[in-house]
């Protein structure tokens, strides 16, 4: 896997700012070729986030289908 510490800090910034009082956070698409650990870090870092809209199919359809179990803040 190549190296993936600066993926790795904007992930952790991009979390951390959910729990900012007051603040908007921060939104991140990962988008990379295959084989460079974007699952390895999603699973490492996001999914055990409940703040966390995940997935892997990045059409109008499948956002709306896989956005509309997502409770309302």
């Known amino acids: 896997m190549v190296s993936v510490e600066p993926i790795e800090t904007i992930i952790k910034t991009v979390?951390?700012?959910g729990r900012l009082k007051d603040e908007r956070p921060l939104s991140c698409i990962i988008v990379?070729?295959?084989e460079c650990?974007?699952?390895s870090i999603i699973r490492k870092y996001c999914l055990k986030a409940e703040n966390v809209f995940y997935t892997t199919d990045a059409t109008a359809y499948g956002i709306i289908r896989d956005s509309?179990?997502?409770k309302p803040t």
């Open 15 to 17: 979390l951390a700012s």
């Open 32 to 34: 990379a070729p295959v």
């Open 37 to 39: 650990g974007k699952t």
């Open 68 to 70: 509309n179990q997502l």
